[in-house]
């Protein structure tokens, strides 16, 4: 969804209250562990944040707080639980124009070893497709910042903007884990 103007926090929990029974603005079943073959792009980014169980637990409370996204993308509500089936949204501004971005969360991980969850695009997205955060222990002590996608346009200016908005794609994620880098160190 598009503005000319940042909406109000009032008015985006009132969108975000209006979009809980909206589906979601794809048809592919099975997530980003088996993205779709064709029309989408599938990425993934791996960082090193670091080694040990301090680490481990500052990340997956960093993840917890919404720390991997940057001050230019704003997540609303700011403290919102990542709870399966919640809609949350998230606003930027880009070439002038507001951007809202609404995602229901799909899945959660916590284990042992995993912590994270996936979110799904819905219609009022510019983009369509999954996202996955994640932070991962692995069995040497060492801890991982992964964020996992398919996605493809969906807003006519998105499609237009291709190169652009895939640019925005990949300074989120460098900008991403930067803030999950600093959140432990």
Known sequence: MLKFRLPEAATIASLIKSWHREPLSYHHLGGVLAPPELGFIFDVH?????????????????LDAWVMFPAWAVIYPQCAPQHVGSVVAMVT??????????CRILHRSDSELTHGFVYGTLSEHAESGEERFMVEQLSDGSVWYEIRAFSRPRHWLAWLGFPLARWWQCRFVRDSQMSMLKSVA
């Open 46 to 62: 791996r960082v090193y944040l670091g080694r040990g169980p301090e680490i481990y637990q500052a990340a997956n409370a960093a």
């Open 93 to 102: 501004r880009i070439c002038g124009l507001w951007w809202i971005n609404p």
